[in-house]
Structure formats: structure tokens, C-alpha cells
């Protein structure tokens, strides 16, 4: 079944991210496979707010493995603690970074990555997946980011898991 995105022009982030959601929503909710919802919200996020890349690390066996994404080929396998992806799996909470060259451990999977926002994805009180989305611009995200993509997170660990 095909879907089609309505996203009106000239619309505040706020606006965008209002509209998008609820489109989201719509699109997973009677679809099962995880895989695929995550690969649709992965491509929805990029091409609707015009992020560098999108995707989602899946927790298993000690480590965050790549799963669905849109964008630049990304770094397979992160430990936990390490980087950005991983310290956001450690400490239980999203993180946003102004500029990935100022942050302790970072792990640049593309030099072309600015900023970052990473936010995961918990489940029973354990950090199931985290989804990760680069911006070519420092700077790239801010606190409405971060509260979008945070209900984007409570949608998916509690209709989507």
C-alpha cells in the first residue's frame, strides 16, 4: 500500500512537527513489522525536515546495531557508553548536541555530521532502540526537536514495541 505525506509549505517546526506526528501515527498503526515502521518514520523525518540523516540503533547483545535509516552509509556496531548514540543509551535520555566536534568520544560515522540529536527509545524501563538524527549544520536542533522526538520515542515504545 502506498502512503503519501501531507505537509503544507511555510510552516514553523513547531507547525511541521504537529502536522507530521499525527501522519506517523496513522502510517505505522496497523502495520506490525517493526522493521518496516521504523524504515517509514526513518525516511518521513529525513525528507519532511530535510535532516542529514535518520535512523535507528536496535540494543542487542551489549551493543547498539544499526537498523532502518535514511542517509549516508552509518557506522555498523556502537558500545555502550561510547559516543553520542551511546551515552544517550547509558544515561536514559536524549541528547542534543550543538556541535559533534566539541563532544567527548564522539564517533563520526561522516565527517559531513554537525550536530546531532539522539533520543532512545525505552521500553519496561530498558532502552530498546535509540533513533539518531544528524544535521549538516551546527546547531541543528533545539528544544522543539527534542519534544517532538521525544512523543515520537513514547509513540513508538508503547503502540510500536
Not at 556502537?78 to 544517550?88: F, S
Not at 550536530?115 to 544535521?135: A, G, H, W, Y
Request: glycine share 6%; charged share 20%.
Amino acid at each position: 500500500m502506498a502512503a503519501n505525506l501531507f505537509i503544507a509549505d511555510n510552516l514553523t517546526k513547531d507547525e511541521l512537527y504537529q502536522t507530521l506526528l499525527p501522519q506517523l501515527k496513522a502510517l505505522t498503526f496497523d502495520e506490525s513489522n517493526i522493521v518496516a515502521n521504523l524504515a517509514n518514520i526513518a525516511a518521513a523525518l529525513k525528507h519532511s525536515l530535510g535532516f542529514f540523516w535518520v535512523g535507528f540503533y536496535r540494543v542487542k547483545d551489549g551493543e547498539l546495531i544499526l537498523g532502518p535509516f535514511q542517509g549516508p552509509v552509518a557506522c555498523t556496531r556502537i558500545a555502550y557508553g561510547k559516543g553520542v548514540c551511546g551515552t544517550a543509551w547509558k544515561e536514559k535520555r536524549a541528547l542534543v548536541v550543538p556541535d559533534v566536534n566539541k563532544f567527548p568520544g564522539h564517533i563520526a560515522c561522516s565527517g559531513e555530521s554537525q550536530s546531532e540529536i539522539v533520543v532512545p527509545i525505552i521500553k519496561n524501563e530498558e532502552v530498546i532502540l535509540v533513533l539518531d538524527v544528524d544535521s549538516e549544520q551546527f546547531q541543528g536542533f533545539d528544544k522543539i526537536d527534542e519534544k517532538y522526538l521525544n512523543e515520537l520515542a513514547d509513540y513508538i515504545s508503547t503502540e510500536l514495541l
